[in-house]
T-cell receptor, first 117, second 111 residues
Framework: NAGVTQTPKFRVLKTGQSMTLLCAQD?????MYWYRQDPGMGLRLIHY???????AKGEVPDGYNVSRLKKQNFLLGLESAAPSQTSVYFC????????????????FGSGTRLTVV | ELKVEQNPLFLSMQEGKNYTIYCNYS?????LYWYRQDPGKSLESLFV?????AVKQEGRLMASLDTKARLSTLHITAAVHDLSATYFC???????????FGKGTKLSVKP
């Protein structure tokens, strides 16, 4: 199993450009998440999804949009990139909170390092 | 709002020494996780602690949970260089059961 796959791994954007980060998981997980990691800030939740067709805001949603058209994919979009969005982005997935198997926690992707200049 | 605090945030140790990383959280939760992150890499699950008094050990790392004190510890025994990494604790407590992460403890083990 590939687990959680993120593409691209690296990207440099100019201010105002747009892009989409793709997250794909092959574990049949219901829940998927997007986090950003910044030095000294830990991981902060941007958006999450509890199932196909559903999305919800996390702690730092401004400037981002998401979609979950298929259960296995969770897309993170930046419509107009800003230097403040320079960060490492991690996607994660998990079973639902009600599932015993949810005790396993999250499976993380390898991350996308995004620089906005 | 659930808050998770780790300390110390930076830890420089000599090989062979013991030390403990602390993770405090502000509201009741039924699950606590420890993750390891190597530089430039993703997060790797180390332990999940599900009940008060739970203790798990793997190699030189041992994690414990005191739900009454809302405290988890990650104890390092006889540290070796390979343990150098950033360690995160995370507590389940978001509105949909999402994990809230501490800021991480960057551990550096020197010869």
């Amino acid at each position: 199993n590939a687990g959680v796959t993120q593409t691209p791994k690296f990207r440099v954007l100019k201010t105002g450009q747009s892009m989409t980060l793709l997250c794909a998981q092959d574990m049949n997980h219901e829940y998927m998440y997007w986090y950003r990691q910044d030095p000294g800030m830990g991981l902060r939740l941007i958006h999450y999804s509890v199932g196909e067709g559903t999305t919800a805001k996390g702690e730092v949603p401004d400037g981002y949009n998401v979609s979950r058209l298929k259960k296995q994919n969770f897309l993170l979009g930046l419509e107009s990139a800003a230097p403040s969005q320079t960060s490492v982005y991690f996607c994660a997935s998990s079973y639902s909170r009600q599932s015993v198997r949810g005790a396993d926690g999250y499976t993380f992707g390898s991350g996308t390092r995004l620089t906005v200049v | 709002e659930l808050k998770v605090e780790q300390n110390p945030l930076f830890l420089s140790m000599q090989e062979g020494k013991n030390y403990t990383i602390y993770c405090n959280y502000s509201t009741t939760s039924d699950r606590l996780y420890w993750y390891r992150q190597d530089p430039g890499k993703s997060l790797e699950s180390l332990f999940v602690l599900l009940s008060n008094g739970a203790v798990k050990q793997e190699g030189r790392l041992m994690a414990s949970l005191d739900t009454k004190a809302r405290l988890s510890t990650l104890h390092i025994t006889a540290a070796v260089h390979d343990l150098s990494a950033t360690y995160f604790c995370a507590v389940r407590g978001g509105s949909q059961g999402n994990l809230i992460f501490g800021k991480g403890t960057k551990l550096s083990v020197k010869p």
